[in-house]
Each structure stands twice: as C-alpha cells, then as structure tokens.
C-alpha cells in the first residue's frame, strides 16, 4: 500500500478570506474527496496547532492507496484537480512524500 | 498528544556522500533517539519511495509527544540537535506540522 502524505502553508489571507476560513474550506473539500475518489482507500487530514513553531504547516494530508497505478489515478481525477485550483491561490507552500507501508 | 510530523529533501549529493547513504545515516541516527530522549513516545520514519511524483521528499519522521512542553523539550534536547546538525549540509528543505491527536 501507498501512504501518500501532503502538508500545506497558507496564506495569510487570499480571495477576502483568512488563512483559518481558506484552511477549513480547504479541509472540507479534502475530506469529501473519498465518497467520489474510490481509488483513497484511507483519507485523514488534521489542522496544524496554532501554537506550533514558526514555519510549520497549516494542514496535513495522509491518504492511502493500494498501489502507484491508483495514486495516479487520483491525482490525475478531476474532483482532486479542483481542490488543487481552489488550493492554488491561498497556499504559500507544499511538500509532499510517498511511501510504502 | 502532540503528533510531530516532519519532512525532508536532500541534495543530490553532500559532504561526499550520495543523498541515499545520507537518507539512511540520518534515518539511522533519527531512530535511535527514542532510546535517548524519553520525551518521545513513539517515533517512525520513512524513506519516500523513489518513483513518487517529482520534488516530493526523501525521508518522513512522525513522532508522538505528550503535550507542548515535551515537544519543546525534545526540540532543545543535545541528542536532537545533533542530529539536526548533522543534517543541516545534507538537506535541501524541510517542512513540519504538528497537531493534537
């Protein structure tokens, strides 16, 4: 199995929202994802502590796939395609990692 | 419980070794601080799998605390900054998050 993990930075404020309205949204759409994206056999995401230190990410992705073909898939699948262009303009950052569990 | 989760890409190569032997020194000396620091509950890493998509990460730490203050400690602890010395000319980036679990 895959676990693909993603964190994020936002911005501070983007498209009239803050940073906290555009990272619950984001966390919103995110969570929806596995009742329309069969190939996420696992999806958790979690808001990062407001308290944590300077620099770290403000959500936190892990998603687990069966194999590298159904990563793919779901990447390439048009329902997490919008949550990437709805993502776009408020993140400041990303990083992801893949790995086998 | 705090949940400290951190990822890092190494350069290409650094300090004459190729980033898989650095992936593996560091992922070495990442393991053994459990048995050092008693701040840390539980302490996984992994290495990013070598197909995954382009500018993911190499290696992935995800490490339990009780709460804040112990996080803090750890971060302060000699045999944790160690290892972040040892990492710093190894690494290209990182990214972290923390959260309540």
Not at 5 to 23: H, I, K, P, T, W
Not at 67 to 83: I, R
Request: contains cysteine; glycine residues 4%; negative net charge.
């Amino acid at each position: 199995m895959i676990r693909h993990v993603v964190m994020f930075r936002f911005l501070e404020e983007a498209q009239g929202r803050s940073r906290r309205e555009n990272v619950l949204a984001t966390r919103a759409m995110l969570d929806a994802l596995p009742a329309k994206i069969p190939q996420i056999l696992r999806s958790e995401t979690y808001i990062g502590d407001e308290g944590a230190a300077e620099g770290n990410c403000h959500l936190l992705l892990i998603s687990d796939f069966a194999d590298e073909k159904a990563l793919e898939e779901y990447l390439v699948h048009p329902d997490h395609k919008a949550v990437g262009a709805f993502m776009r303009p408020l993140r400041e950052s990303r990083a992801a990692c893949d790995f086998t569990v």
